[in-house]
């Protein structure tokens, strides 16, 4: 079945410096999502790409959608603790209902 | 406006017994879902269901039942309890089978199974 893997599972950076997490999925997705869930909190949704090779920006977060539509990465700039949570990618296959989601990577950020 | 709502929002079971998991959505989505959140596997689909009525499996249903009776609830049972239950159950919902516009998740149900 459709795997989505996510790395890395952990980063911790300083305050200011960079962060990027990556998404890979064994088979073509039609679209994908990204989501972040604070600490004791539930999944919120960021956004949705669905075109090859598709970039989109949220102030200091770049999501971008390989060209195969098979991967897909967030990076966030001079990271701020109101970053620190988990960050999810999912996505879904051509022809199903299912979102499956990536493990997840967890940022914390040192002030 | 509500969102999803989930009750409980704690429970502790002892091996064997059943319960419910309650799951409302007042967003007037067609889709909703059920997935378990476990430390270091992400989330994983329960199972799902496109409109009142129709539900199917995702990737981890053995020992969970739902039904979809109405648009607005979504109940996920568990027959009888493990330990191997213990997890975080988050119920999710959203306009188009799709999920065009992202999922909307309640807050969470926390359960142990002692």
């Known amino acids: 079945g459709q795997q989505v893997m996510q790395i890395p599972q952990y980063q911790h950076v300083q305050e200011g410096e960079d962060f990027t997490t990556y998404c890979n999925s064994s088979t073509t997705l039609s679209n994908i999502q990204w989501y972040k869930q604070r600490p004791g909190g539930h999944p919120v949704f960021l956004i949705q790409?669905?075109?090859?090779?598709e970039v989109k920006k949220q102030k200091r977060l770049t999501f971008q959608f390989g060209e195969a539509k098979k991967n897909s990465s967030l990076h966030i700039t001079a990271t701020q603790t109101t970053d620190v949570g988990t960050y999810f990618c999912a996505g879904r296959g051509r022809y199903g209902n299912k979102l499956v989601f990536g493990a997840g990577t967890i940022l914390r950020v040192k002030s | 406006n509500a969102g999803v709502t989930q009750t409980p929002k704690f429970q502790v079971l002892k091996t064997g017994q059943s319960m419910t998991l309650q799951c409302a959505q007042d967003m007037n989505h067609e889709y909703m879902s059920w997935y378990r959140q476990d430390p270091g596997m992400g989330l994983r689909l329960i199972h799902y269901s496109v409109g009142a009525g129709i539900t199917d499996q995702g990737e981890v249903p053995n020992g969970y039942n739902v039904s979809r009776s109405t648009t607005e609830d979504f109940p996920l049972r568990l027959l009888s309890a493990a330990p191997s239950q213990t997890s975080v159950y988050f119920c999710?919902?959203?306009?188009?089978?799709?999920?065009?516009?992202?999922?909307?998740f309640g807050s969470g149900t926390r359960l142990t199974v002692v």
């Open positions: 790409l669905v075109k090859s090779g």
């Open positions: 999710a919902s959203s306009y188009y089978p799709t999920g065009g516009y992202g999922y909307t």
